[in-house]
C-alpha cells in the first residue's frame, strides 16, 4: 500500500470516527447541559495533547486562545442544537460550513465562481428536502446553522492563523485547553448555582453532576481522549500524505456517517426523501471543495 493510500485509509477512518460523535453528544444532552458535554469532553482532550503546550512559542499560544475562543461558540450553538433536533439532521446542517468560507468571500465583494453557485444550489435543495422528511425548521436547526457559520468563520481564521505557525499540533492543543477554560467560566457565571442561599441547591447539583459523570465517563472518554485528541494527529498524519481536494471529498461525508451511526446508536432513520436531500447537501459539499485552493486550516478543525 503507497502513503497516498495509507493517508486516504486514514481520513476515511477519521470521517468514521466523526460521524459517531453527533450520536454521542446527542446521547448525553439527556442528561447534561451542553455546556458539560464541552467542558469534559475538551477537558480529556487537552490533558492528552499538553505535551504539545511544552515550550510553546508566544505566537501558538496567542492563535490558540482566539481560535479556542471561536471554537466554543461553535460548539456550544451545536450541541444546544443537538439537544432539539434528531444527530443526523443537526450534522447535516451543520456540515454547511464548508460553504460558508465562499460565502464569506461573497460578502467581501468577490463574485463566487459557477462550483459555488451550484454548490448552493444543490444544499439549499438538499436543506428542502432533509426538512420536507423531518418536520419544519426549528429552533434546533436554527442553533446548528448558526454553528455552521461558526465553524465557517473559525476554518477562515484558522487559515490565516496557522500560515504563521511554529508548531500546528501546539496551536492545536492551545486552543482545545481555551475551550475548557470557556465552558467552565460558561458554567460558573451561567449554570453553577452561587451565593450563600443556594448552598443545598449546591451540594444537590454537584452530586448529580459527579454521580452522573462517573455513569458515562465512557461516553466522554471516548469523546475526547478517541474523537479529539487521538483523532487529531491521525487526521494530521493522514492529510500530509494526501491531496487538499481528497481530503475535501472524504470529509464531505462525515454527515452521512453521523445518519449511519446514528441509525444504529439512536434509532434514529431517514426515509427515501431525507436520504435524498442527504445526497444533494453532500453533492453541495464536495462540489464547494472541488479544485479549491488548499485549506489546511481544515486540518485541525476537530468535530
Known sequence: MTQQLRGIAALILVVLVWGTTFPAMKDLTATFSPVWIILTRFALAVLILSPFLWRAHVSDLRSGVLLGMVLFFCYLFQVEGLALTSSNRNAFITGLNVLVVPLLGILGGRLP??????????????LAALCWDGGAWGRGDTLALLGAFCFGAYVKLMEIRTRTAQRLLSVTAAQIGTVAVCAAVWLLLREAPRGFGMLEDGGNYWRYIGGNLLAYWPNFAYLGVVCTAAIISLQVWGQSRTTANEA??????????????????????MTARGWLGAALLISGMIVSQWNAESRPAAALAPE
Not at 465562481?113 to 438538499?126: F, K, T
Not at 452521512?256 to 451511526?261: C, E, T
Open 113 to 126: 465562481e459557477r462550483r459555488i453557485v451550484l454548490a448552493l444550489v444543490l444544499a439549499v435543495a438538499g
Open 248 to 269: 475535501a471529498v472524504i470529509y464531505a461525508f462525515e454527515p452521512g456517517a453521523a445518519a449511519f451511526f446514528g441509525y444504529f446508536w439512536l434509532g434514529e432513520a
